[in-house]
């Protein structure tokens, strides 16, 4: 599942980590509509279990479906912290840009900090 994900404007990074993955995601809708978060991830199968950091109770399963990384239409209430203006993670889906891991350890928000962490 390493990569950068992609479509339009939003990104998901995956890179792995100690014990399972890093997972990144950034949407930017423009004029302070976006969200941002950064978490773990565990793979069971079809089935990612995405934990973002920093807010509690914003945890959640993803779909992955070899290509791409599909988030469920609807997401804890939690989620909405990593989001401003109207932005959501909910339903955000994104096809396989890249499967190389340094390129995917690169993928940055807006204000420039990496979602995924370095090698």
């Known amino acids: 599942i390493t990569g950068l994900y992609a479509r339009d404007t939003d990104r998901i990074c995956v890179v792995p980590d100690r014990l399972d993955f890093r997972i990144g995601a950034y949407v930017d809708y423009g004029r302070n509509q976006s969200c941002t978060g950064s978490g773990t991830a565990t793979r069971s199968g079809e089935t990612l279990h995405v934990r ?12 992955y ?11 804890p209430d939690q989620c909405a912290r990593l989001c401003s203006g109207r932005a959501s993670f909910a339903a ?3 096809s396989l840009l890249s499967n190389a891991p340094a390129e ?5 928000n807006a204000r420039g900090k ?6």
């Open 52 to 63: 973002f950091d920093g807010v509690e109770g914003c945890a959640f399963d993803a779909r």
């Open 114 to 119: 990496l979602l995924c962490g370095g090698l």
């Open 104 to 108: 995917a350890a690169t993928l940055r």
């Open 65 to 75: 479906e070899g290509d791409r990384i599909t988030f469920p239409g609807r997401l």
């Open 92 to 94: 955000l889906d994104a």
